[in-house]
Nanobody, 116 residues
Framework: QVQLVESGGGLVQAGGSLGLSCAAS????????MGWYRQAPGKQRVLVAA???????NYADSVKGRFTISRDNAKNTVYLQMNSLKPEDTAVYYC??????????WGQGTQVTVSS
């Protein structure tokens, strides 16, 4: 079994910054891609950013230049630094991991609220 535990998030004013982290634990040989998704009320869950084990990164156009994803392979942890936050970034943010030989896993979600 694999667990993803997220931390960070909260309430911030527009223009502010927040950081998220997500640690994977359990029966893990290796993790291919780790990433962050978000789901705003009444909307579908969408990709925010993803990073492969080799460091290849993909960002949603809406966050390019403002968000930075990184990972520590030794700790099975992925991070998301969010700067210049906007009210439209308000959503529940979910961590995701593609664990080799195990499948795909999700974190429990953490709320990010950006006030105008």
């Amino acid at each position: 079994q694999v667990q993803l535990v997220e931390s960070g998030g909260g309430l911030v004013q527009a223009g502010g910054s927040l950081g998220l982290s997500c640690a994977a634990s359990g029966s893990i040989f290796s993790i291919n891609t780790m990433g962050w998704y978000r789901q705003a009320p009444g909307k579908q869950r969408v990709l925010v950013a993803a990073i492969t084990s080799r460091g290849r990164i993909n960002y949603a156009d809406s966050v390019k230049g403002r968000f930075t994803i990184s990972r520590d392979n030794a700790k099975n942890t992925v991070y998301l630094q969010m700067n210049s936050l906007k009210p439209e970034d308000t959503a529940v943010y979910y961590c995701a991991a593609e664990v080799a030989l195990r499948g795909n896993y999700w974190g429990q979600g953490t709320q990010v609220t950006v006030s105008s």
